[in-house]
């Protein structure tokens, strides 16, 4: 199984509706969590933190599910310019004291459509 | 403004020819990485530094090289390129190691002909 598996989509979603995916990761000792959006071509850009209880900025959701190891995104009220591909990040730990190994997912990617 | 810099932002040479990509941070963040990213293969780290003379390698360090001198620079050598590393790059720096969300560099698009 690969450390952080997400759906690769394309999720074509019209505007103004919602869409939510998820981001699997493997080592159950994964502490910090993060979801980033990157543009074509363009740098990955941090969208948010995910914490244990879950956690809201605006029209994005995320939340954290330790028991079945995933992390979430949702997206209400969809813009055109939510347009990008959805990168997760997990931090787990590593060889070496206080060291941290970091992977990213492949991204999901998310058309918005009029 | 915070952020980190890469230089070039494109760059088009042929096999063999050295060539270093540079990178800097004005965050004084201690940790810094460098990724390739390609079609369908997603962000790969090549190299990582936790701080000034620490550095290590990533999941794709083969034919790249990198310092830490100072806390600010972190640049990427490729000693003898060739066409198998055209690819997006970017370079990222944290505030530390444990979990703290990454900050990226513009990229630099290398094409090795």
């Known amino acids: 199984r690969k450390e952080v598996e997400q759906d690769p989509g394309p999720f074509n979603v019209p505007e103004g509706a919602t869409v939510a995916f998820n981001c699997t990761y493997s080592?159950?000792?994964?502490?910090?969590f993060f979801w980033y959006r990157q543009d074509c071509r363009k740098e990955p850009k941090l969208l948010m933190s995910?914490?244990?209880s879950g956690n809201e900025d605006g029209r994005f959701t995320a939340q954290l599910n330790r028991a079945s190891q995933y992390i979430s995104l949702l997206i209400r009220d969809s813009k055109l310019s939510d347009s990008a591909t959805y990168l997760c990040?997990?931090?787990?730990?590593?060889?070496?004291?206080?060291?941290?190994?970091?992977?990213f997912g492949k991204g999901t990617k998310v058309w918005v459509i009029p | 403004e915070a952020q980190v810099t890469q230089n070039p932002r494109y760059l088009i040479t042929v096999t063999g020819k050295k060539l270093t990509v540079t990178c800097s941070q004005n965050?004084?963040?201690?940790?810094m990485s460098w990724y390739r990213q390609d079609p369908g293969l997603g962000l790969r780290q090549i190299y990582y530094?936790?701080?000034?003379?620490?550095?290590d390698k990533g999941d794709v360090p083969e034919g790249y090289k990198v310092s830490r001198k100072e806390k600010r620079n972190f640049p990427l050598i490729l000693e003898s390129p060739s066409p198998n590393q055209t690819s997006l790059y970017f370079c990222?720096?944290?505030?530390?190691?444990?979990?703290?969300?990454?900050?990226f560099g513009d990229g630099t698009r290398l094409s090795i002909l």
């Open positions: 990222a720096s944290s505030l530390s190691t444990s979990g703290q969300p990454q900050h």
């Open positions: 080592n159950s000792a994964s502490q910090s």
């Open positions: 995910v914490y244990s």
């Open positions: 990040v997990v931090y787990s730990p590593a060889s070496g004291a206080g060291s941290y190994q970091l992977t």
């Open positions: 965050m004084n963040h201690e940790y």
């Open positions: 530094s936790m701080n000034v003379e620490v550095t």
